[in-house]
């Protein structure tokens, strides 16, 4: 969803900058006049004109792209919290207050960036930040479905469980006081969310686990206690 946005903005682009580039590394060109005819019926007016046109088509599509995935972020979340909301969950109040719209938003605008870098290399990145109880820790990931993402944790923490122990051991996360521990998958077209608790007893009882990350191991150690709405 978000990665077509992005590739559309770079094919416009590079049309631009081909059209740009044939016409200004020609000097036979150049020396014509605007409106001479060469190439059949296209002049180099035309030639500049259709760049200019795709170059601006390519800057509206980049603008598309990050706000595709500003809105992807939000509608998901929201809608992620007003499910658990509805399941009743212990800690409902929790999670009402300290994921709030506000929250949500201000998660979406510190990710807008790094999720873009991602998009545009392929390259997974991270962002720790305490937003009052809670101390979230986000990978921004370009791989589409659960299998792939799910096979990036396997590989380098061999299980998504193991991973989540080593983000809560991690100097940044560590500093924190925060109350929750949470963690979001934030990839090209799904996003899974962890919520665990950390320094208090908030999600002791029911923790909220994203299961599609769990492999087997993960799943008999961990499927008793996982809130699976």
Same mark, same amino acid.
């Given at each position: ?5 992005? %590739?559309r903005c770079?094919?416009?682009?590079l049309?631009a900058?081909?059209g740009?580039?044939y016409?200004? $590394?020609?000097?036979?060109?150049l020396n014509?006049t605007l =409106?001479e005819?060469w ?7 035309t030639?500049l004109a ?6 601006? @088509?390519?800057l509206?599509?980049l603008?598309d792209?990050s706000?595709?995935s500003?809105t992807f972020?939000? %509608?998901?979340? !929201?809608?992620? +919290?007003? +499910?658990?909301?509805? =399941?009743?969950?212990?800690d409902?109040e ?6 709030n719209?506000?929250? @949500?938003?201000?998660? $979406?605008?510190?990710l807008?960036?790094p999720?873009?870098? =991602? ?5 997974v *990145? $991270?962002?720790t930040?305490?937003v009052?109880?809670v ?7 370009? &791989?589409?479905?659960t299998?792939?993402? *799910?096979r ?6 061999r ?10 051991? $991690?100097? /940044? #996360?560590s500093?924190?006081?925060a ?9 090209a ?8 608790p ?6 002791? /009882?029911l923790p ?7 492999? &087997?191991v993960? !799943?008999?150690?961990?499927?008793? @206690? #996982?809130?699976?709405?």
């Amino acid at each position: 969803m978000i990665r077509k946005s992005t %590739e559309r903005c770079l094919i416009w682009l590079l049309v631009a900058l081909m059209g740009f580039a044939y016409v200004f $590394s020609r000097p036979d060109i150049l020396n014509d006049t605007l =409106t001479e005819d060469w190439a059949g019926n296209w002049t180099p007016a035309t030639v500049l004109a259709f760049s200019l046109i795709a170059f601006l @088509i390519g800057l509206f599509s980049l603008k598309d792209a990050s706000s595709t995935s500003d809105t992807f972020f939000i %509608e998901y979340m !929201r809608g992620w +919290r007003d +499910r658990i909301l509805l =399941t009743g969950h212990p800690d409902s109040e929790f999670i009402a207050e300290h994921l709030n719209d506000k929250v @949500i938003v201000k998660l $979406s605008r510190v990710l807008d960036k790094p999720m873009r870098k =991602t998009l545009r290399d392929s390259k997974v *990145r $991270s962002v720790t930040l305490t937003v009052g109880k809670v101390c979230f820790f986000i990978h921004t990931i370009s &791989e589409h479905g659960t299998v792939k993402v *799910r096979r990036f944790f396997n590989e380098n923490w061999r299980s998504y469980g193991e991973a989540l122990n080593a983000m809560r051991d $991690s100097d /940044e #996360v560590s500093a924190s006081n925060a109350d929750v521990f949470c963690h979001i998958v934030f990839g090209a077209s799904m996003i899974d969310v962890t919520m665990l608790p950390f320094h208090s007893d908030i999600f002791r /009882e029911l923790p909220i686990v994203a299961i599609t990350m769990l492999n &087997e191991v993960d !799943r008999a150690k961990m499927g008793s @206690i #996982v809130d699976l709405a």
